[in-house]
């Protein structure tokens, strides 16, 4: 979106809405000028002229394999365009992206179309030069003055070196050389040949005014560039250090607390950067965390949470840049006339209940102790003990526990906890039945259903068993007829 939103104040309208990759709108037609990343650093650029770019051109077989239209990106600017914004920005600018001449007037039409200027004056045999998108092209003048320029060597200083990192894959970094000359200081004849290289090692040596070195070295080195015009040379060097990811220990985290005309009270975080420790290229990206939850990331350092915290909390500020990432964390406790301990108050707490089949069928149990944020005590509660029939699953600050396997029948679940000023606790009867629908049956008043049935089902088998323990243990009266009158017992 950086880069978008420079194209979009390139073309006179105020910012981008939306990027579309791929030829979302049909492939487009004609030279490839950027066939790789170009690098806005701010975003707040006029002109893709000002961004960090790979040499004008397409390279399929050296910088990329798919050098095509198939890669076209598509750009939706917002707001109305402004013509003559676009017109003032570059009527200002040195002429070294467009044609020159000692021009004292020239129009600019969108960088599609055409450059017209009006030179102040000129002589016969001078060399009109156009440079629009990387391609260079030249002509000389004609006219009836007999004044022709002279055949001359390039002056010194004509030349200037820039060099840009850029990783690649594996986190390769490479070094963009590029020799840059400025129209105005260009010889007659143009300078033709480049060299590129590093105290006698050459890395380029063609009619491309940039080079590669890969992978960058990882000390400092002199970079020399060179050029001639078939009738003298001319010479730049530029010390270059690699830039990588930004150091530790240069962010800082601040707190501040605001308070509204209502009486609100709103906790600002800001990870501060000293300018003079801003890495190259700068940070862009900031991630800002609150007990390991993400509060903001964006390229505001400033993150507003809406209420002023009333307990102790770990901010965690890391800032990225295209090279990696610097970290810095830091704790804000709250002021002792801040503090007002709250005992935490009954029935505060849920026990919520989740069945899950897994492998085999086996049913586990996932247990969750739910309080709602506008029932936390304060201090907020940071102990959760949770167990089942009076076996303990879990004591610890996570609020969730899992039982598995889970048994056929009724078990019954206790969550408690603390915030270290006092506990509350809840309870519930969880059973496991497998229904025509499926799912668990969970249901905190069931507990006095089960346990009257439970007790008349108790008394039943007690009954049964004293009546099958009197008849085993009885004893039988029989008469038997005797030759005599006599009773028989047994």
Request: glycine share 6%; hydrophobic share 30%; aromatic share 8%.
């Amino acid at each position: 979106m950086r880069e978008a939103h420079v194209v979009c104040r390139q073309l006179g309208y105020s910012s981008a809405a939306s990027v579309y990759p791929d030829a979302h709108f049909g492939n487009g037609s004609g030279p490839i000028w950027m066939d790789h990343r170009t690098y806005c650093p701010t975003g707040n650029e006029n002109s893709l002229l000002e961004c960090y770019r790979w040499p004008w051109g397409c390279y399929p077989s050296r910088w990329s394999s798919s050098c095509g239209h198939a890669n076209d990106v598509g750009v939706r600017c917002a707001g109305e365009r402004n013509q003559s914004a676009v017109d003032e920005y570059y009527a200002e600018k040195t002429l070294t992206h467009g044609f020159t001449y000692d021009v004292d007037r020239f129009t600019y039409y969108d960088m599609t179309s055409e450059l017209t200027f009006t030179p102040t004056s000129v002589n016969d045999g001078d060399i009109l030069q156009c440079h629009v998108y990387g391609l260079l092209r030249s002509a000389t003048l004609e006219l009836e003055i007999p004044n022709r320029r002279p055949i001359q060597a390039p002056l010194p200083n004509t030349l200037s070196i820039d060099a840009v990192e850029l990783r690649g894959k594996y986190n390769v970094v490479n070094l963009v050389i590029s020799c840059h000359v400025n129209f105005t200081d260009q010889p007659f004849p143009y300078l033709h040949t480049y060299t590129i290289g590093t105290g006698n090692t050459t890395f380029s040596s063609s009619s491309s005014g940039s080079a590669i070195l890969s992978p960058r070295p990882n000390d400092c080195i002199n970079l020399t560039c060179s050029a001639t015009n078939g009738v003298g040379s001319t010479t730049s060097t530029l010390w270059h250090c690699p830039k990588d990811a930004p150091q530790n220990d240069i962010l800082s985290v601040i707190f501040e607390s605001r308070e509204d005309e209502n009486g609100e009270h709103s906790f600002i975080v800001t990870c501060q950067i000293d300018p003079d420790d801003q890495p190259f290229p700068s940070i862009h990206t900031y991630k800002i965390a609150v007990e390991d939850n993400l509060v903001s990331i964006s390229a505001s350092p400033t993150a507003t949470l809406d209420l002023r915290p009333t307990t102790c909390i770990d901010v965690v500020c890391t800032g990225l840049n295209d090279f990696g990432e610097t970290m810095k964390s830091k704790s804000y406790c709250p002021r002792p006339s801040d503090i007002d301990p709250e005992i935490p108050r009954r029935n505060i707490l849920e026990i919520r209940t989740r069945e899950i089949k897994g492998v085999g069928d086996t049913v586990t149990l996932v247990i969750t102790c739910h309080v709602d944020l506008s029932d936390q005590p304060f201090p907020h509660l940071h102990t959760y003990n949770i167990g089942v029939d009076n076996r303990t699953l879990s004591i610890s600050s996570c609020a969730s526990a899992i039982l598995s396997p889970l048994p056929n029948g009724c078990v019954n679940v206790t969550c408690s906890a603390t915030n270290g000023y006092g506990k509350t606790m809840t309870w519930m009867e969880h059973c496991y039945e497998e229904t025509n629908g499926g799912g668990p049956i969970a249901n905190p008043h069931r507990s006095a259903l089960q346990q009257s049935s439970t007790t008349y089902a108790l008394l039943v088998v007690i009954v049964i068993l004293c009546v099958i323990t009197v008849v085993m243990r009885r004893k039988f009266i029989f008469v038997k007829p005797t030759d005599g009158d006599g009773i028989v017992t047994g």
